[in-house]
């Protein structure tokens, strides 16, 4: 079994940073794709930002050039740092991981940016 654990988020206004941290633990030989999603209420959860574990990325194009993701394979760790936030940034941000030819969440943290 594999768990996500989340820290970050919270509260910042409109053109502040904000930084989330993932690590994984459990069962884990290794991990492939590791990121984060986002949901809105009512809408679909969708991606943020991926990276493999030898280091390419892939981000939404509402994000490029200003979130980056990182991690760190020794700590099974993902992060995601937030630059020049939007308040169409706001939502639940899920860490992912695929291990085991599984898609695995964390349980979410809260992102919201003021006006």
């Known amino acids: 079994q594999v768990q996500l654990v989340e820290s970050g988020g919270g509260l910042v206004q409109a053109g502040g940073s904000l930084g989330l941290s993932c690590a994984a633990s459990g069962r884990i030989s290794s991990i492939n794709r590791m990121g984060w999603y986002r949901q809105d209420p009512g809408k679909p959860r969708a991606m943020v930002a991926l990276?493999?574990?030898?280091?390419?990325?892939n981000y939404a194009d509402s994000v490029k050039g200003r979130f980056t993701i990182s991690r760190d394979n020794a700590k099974n760790t993902v992060y995601l740092q937030m630059n020049s936030l939007k308040p169409e940034d706001t939502a639940v941000y899920y860490c992912?991981?695929?291990?085991?030819?599984?898609?695995?969440w964390g349980r979410g943290t809260q992102v919201t940016v003021s006006s």
């Open positions: 992912y991981a695929f291990v085991g030819l599984l898609d695995h």
């Open positions: 990276i493999t574990s030898g280091g390419s990325t």
